[in-house]
């Protein structure tokens, strides 16, 4: 049996985004698809000075509305434009079991889904995840099949048997259909543990503990 997942590459997200990686035999990364502006692709919350939770945004490049997630660019002088983003958080000055990914983060370079993608597997090597993945940029697939029919091309390309996703996609696909392509469609039960972002989880929470949540949570 093969498993994957399919997931948009998102920025320093939550730890139950881990789990996708975690229980699956392949991830992709779901860079062929129109890029969500309201999403959390290019941003994340942090935790201020104060105590709250604010905005860490990827400072990108002015691009059309239709543009792809694998077809963004950077602003010029993005490093610098996110290190001054960064300067209102303490994590960003800490020292701690977060500082290799900190600072990989602060390594502004390439295109943001490919900079977004390195920065998931150094936090999936720091929890202890394998890390076989792949883009879906390069499978190719027509741009005429979209949502669930996208999911189902890309999963029969792989060889999938087994389909897993995120408990909030249950209304996004029908299971019949994806029996109809010999392949299981499973879903992960609600993350229990703690939200807020994996580089501000890192700096607050014991590491093997965290990575031990996510492996079997």
């Known amino acids: 049996m093969t498993a994957i997942a399919i997931m948009q590459p998102y920025f320093l997200p939550y730890a139950g985004y ?14 062929c698809v129109q890029f969500p502006r309201r999403g959390w692709l290019h941003r994340n919350k942090l935790t201020d000075a104060q105590g709250a939770e604010q905005w860490l945004t990827l400072p990108l490049k002015p691009a059309p509305q239709e543009v792809l997630i694998a077809d963004l660019e950077f602003a010029d002088n993005a490093a610098d434009a996110l290190a001054e983003r960064l300067r209102p958080f303490p ?23 490919g900079y977004i993608a390195g920065l998931l597997e150094a936090a999936s ?3 202890g995840l394998p890390w076989n993945v792949i883009r879906s940029s390069s499978l190719d ?18 060889g999938a048997t087994r389909y897993v996703n995120a408990p909030g996609g249950r209304d ?11 392949i299981e469609l499973s879903f992960l039960e609600p993350w229990a543990g703690a939200g807020g972002s994996i580089l501000q989880r890192l700096a607050d929470d014991d ?6 949540q996510v492996q079997h949570g």
Do not use: K
């Not at 020292?95 to 295109?111: C, K, M, S, Y």
């Not at 099949?145 to 890309?154: A, C, F, M, T």
């Not at 590491?207 to 031990?212: C, F, H, N, V, Y």
């Open 125 to 127: 090597r720091q929890l």
């Open 207 to 212: 590491p093997a503990a965290l990575a031990q």
């Open 18 to 31: 881990f789990r996708l990686i975690a229980q699956t035999d392949l991830f992709v990364i779901y860079d």
């Open 141 to 158: 697939v027509p741009q005429s099949l979209r949502g669930q029919d996208r999911i189902l091309e890309i999963a029969r390309r792989l």
């Open 91 to 113: 994590v960003a000055s800490r020292d701690g079991p977060h500082a290799a990914l900190l600072a990989q983060v602060r390594r502004v370079e390439g295109r943001p889904a």
């Open 172 to 182: 996004l696909y029908e299971a019949r259909a994806f029996a109809d392509a010999g």
